[in-house]
C-alpha cells in the first residue's frame, strides 16, 4: 500500500525540542521531493519546509527558518523534521506530503495522516 | 512571497449545483504552478488539480481547473453529495510554497 505514516508529536513546553518522522512505503522514496505541512487547529494549510530527493535543495517558511531542520533518509525511506525553540503558535498538525517530482517543486500527490504538536507551557 | 486570495470563504449550495472558486495571487505564479486539494473533517487534503489544468489521478472530470498569470479557477460542474468539503489553491512555482486561506462548500 502507498502511505505515509507521521510520528513523534507531541506536548512540548516553549523553548523546547521536537523531532517529527515521517516513514513512506509502497513507492520509490529516493524518487520524490518530500515536504512538512502543517494545519493549526481550526485554520488553513501551511508549507513548512521541502526537500529534494537528494537532500541538496531544501526550502523553508519565514515562520521557521533557523528554528526547524528538514532531513532525509532514503535508505530507510524517511523524512524527518527538527524543531527547536518550539513557540505557542508552532501548535498543528503536522502533515508529511510526497511531492510529484524529484526536484522543488511539484504539487503534492500523497499525505500522510498528520501528527499533532502541541506547545504549551 | 506569493500571497493567495481565495473568495468567497463560504458557500452553501445544494447537490446538482454548478460551482467555480477563485484563487488569485499577489503576483504572477510561473509556468501555471498552481494546484487544487480537497480537505474533509478530520482527513489530510486530496490533490485534484495540478499545473492549474490537469487533475490528478483519479479525479473525476466534473473537476475543472483554469487559468494562468495572477488569476485561476476551479470548477466543479455538479456538485455530488461528497464534494462538500474545503477548497485550497497552492502555487508551487517559488518558494516559500504558499496555499490560499480555502473555501468551504456547505450543503445549502
Same mark, same amino acid.
Given at each position: 500500500?502507498v502511505?505515509?505514516?507521521?510520528?513523534?508529536?507531541?506536548?512540548?513546553?516553549? $523553548?523546547?525540542?521536537?523531532?517529527?518522522?515521517?516513514a513512506?512505503? $509502497?513507492?520509490?522514496?529516493?524518487? *520524490?521531493?518530500m515536504?512538512w =505541512?502543517?494545519?493549526?487547529?481550526?485554520k488553513g494549510?501551511?508549507w =513548512?519546509?521541502?526537500?529534494?530527493?537528494?537532500?541538496?535543495?531544501i526550502g523553508?517558511?519565514?515562520?521557521?527558518k533557523g528554528?526547524f531542520?528538514?532531513?532525509?533518509d532514503?535508505a +530507510?525511506?524517511?523524512?524527518?523534521?527538527?524543531?527547536?525553540?518550539?513557540?505557542?503558535?508552532d501548535?498543528?498538525? *503536522? *502533515?508529511?506530503? +510526497?511531492?510529484?517530482?524529484?526536484?522543488? *517543486?511539484?504539487?503534492?500527490?500523497?499525505? $500522510?495522516?498528520?501528527?499533532? =504538536?502541541? =506547545?504549551?507551557? | 512571497?506569493?500571497?493567495?486570495?481565495q473568495s468567497?470563504?463560504?458557500l452553501?449550495?445544494s447537490?446538482?449545483?454548478?460551482?467555480?472558486?477563485?484563487?488569485?495571487?499577489?503576483q504572477?505564479?510561473?509556468?501555471? #504552478?498552481?494546484?487544487?486539494?480537497?480537505?474533509k473533517?478530520?482527513?489530510?487534503?486530496?490533490?485534484?488539480? #495540478?499545473?492549474?489544468?490537469s487533475r490528478?489521478t483519479g479525479?473525476?472530470d466534473?473537476?475543472?481547473?483554469?487559468g494562468?498569470?495572477?488569476?485561476?479557477?476551479?470548477?466543479?460542474?455538479r456538485?455530488e453529495?461528497?464534494?462538500f468539503a474545503?477548497?485550497?489553491?497552492?502555487? #508551487?512555482?517559488?518558494?516559500?510554497?504558499?496555499?490560499?486561506g480555502?473555501?468551504?462548500?456547505?450543503?445549502?
Amino acid at each position: 500500500e502507498v502511505q505515509l505514516v507521521e510520528s513523534g508529536g507531541g506536548l512540548a513546553q516553549p $523553548g523546547r525540542s521536537l523531532r517529527l518522522s515521517c516513514a513512506g512505503s $509502497g513507492f520509490s522514496f529516493d524518487d *520524490y521531493a518530500m515536504h512538512w =505541512v502543517r494545519q493549526a487547529p481550526g485554520k488553513g494549510l501551511e508549507w =513548512v519546509s521541502g526537500i529534494s530527493w537528494d537532500s541538496d535543495n531544501i526550502g523553508y517558511a519565514d515562520s521557521v527558518k533557523g528554528r526547524f531542520t528538514i532531513s532525509r533518509d532514503n535508505a +530507510k525511506s524517511s523524512l524527518f523534521l527538527q524543531m527547536n525553540s518550539l513557540r505557542t503558535d508552532d501548535t498543528a498538525l *503536522y *502533515y508529511c506530503a +510526497k511531492d510529484r517530482s524529484s526536484e522543488p *517543486y511539484d504539487a503534492f500527490d500523497l499525505w $500522510g495522516q498528520g501528527t499533532m =504538536v502541541t =506547545v504549551s507551557s | 512571497e506569493i500571497v493567495l486570495t481565495q473568495s468567497p470563504g463560504t458557500l452553501s449550495l445544494s447537490p446538482g449545483e454548478r460551482v467555480t472558486f477563485s484563487c488569485r495571487a499577489s503576483q504572477t505564479i510561473i509556468s501555471s #504552478y498552481l494546484a487544487w486539494y480537497q480537505q474533509k473533517p478530520g482527513q489530510a487534503p486530496k490533490l485534484l488539480i #495540478y499545473g492549474a489544468s490537469s487533475r490528478a489521478t483519479g479525479i473525476p472530470d466534473r473537476f475543472s481547473g483554469s487559468g494562468s498569470g495572477t488569476d485561476f479557477t476551479l470548477t466543479i460542474s455538479r456538485l455530488e453529495p461528497e464534494d462538500f468539503a474545503v477548497y485550497y489553491c497552492q502555487q #508551487y512555482g517559488s518558494s516559500p510554497l504558499t496555499f490560499g486561506g480555502g473555501t468551504k462548500v456547505e450543503i445549502k
